[in-house]
């Protein structure tokens, strides 16, 4: 069974800097693209950024490019995106997505989400 787990959401004021971290374990025989996506809760969830397998490219919502950069740790299993400069319109839970392969199937998988608070 795999697993995608967020951390390192809080409460920060604006201007301010957040590090989230996605860990995904399990039976991975391999992770594919992943990204960060936000939504508020009865709304759409949005696209935040994605990256691809090796980390060579990686694309962000025009709201964030400048402020928030992502990456990722193949070694780890592990994807960050560094917020910096946030706002309180950045104020969201963040979900992380990756598609991951594993001995049966190759799919879509999501993580709980982190709340991200920005606020003075």
């Known amino acids: 069974q795999v697993q995608l787990v967020e951390s390192g959401g809080g409460l920060v004021q604006p201007g301010g800097s957040l590090r989230l971290s996605c860990a995904a374990s399990?039976?991975?025989?391999?992770?594919?693209?992943m990204g960060w996506y936000r939504q508020v809760p009865g709304e759409q969830r949005e696209l935040v950024a994605t990256?691809?397998?090796?980390?060579?490219?990686?694309q962000y919502a025009d709201s964030v490019k400048g402020r928030f950069t992502i990456s990722r740790d193949n070694a780890n299993n592990t994807m960050y995106l560094q917020m910096n400069s946030l706002k309180p319109e950045d104020t969201d839970v963040y979900f992380c997505?990756?598609?991951?392969?594993?001995?049966?199937?190759?799919?879509?998988?999501w993580g709980q989400g982190t709340q991200v608070t920005v606020s003075s």
């Open positions: 997505n990756a598609d991951i392969r594993t001995a049966w199937n190759r799919r879509t998988y």
């Open positions: 990256i691809t397998s090796s980390g060579g490219s990686t």
């Open positions: 399990g039976s991975i025989f391999g992770i594919y693209a």
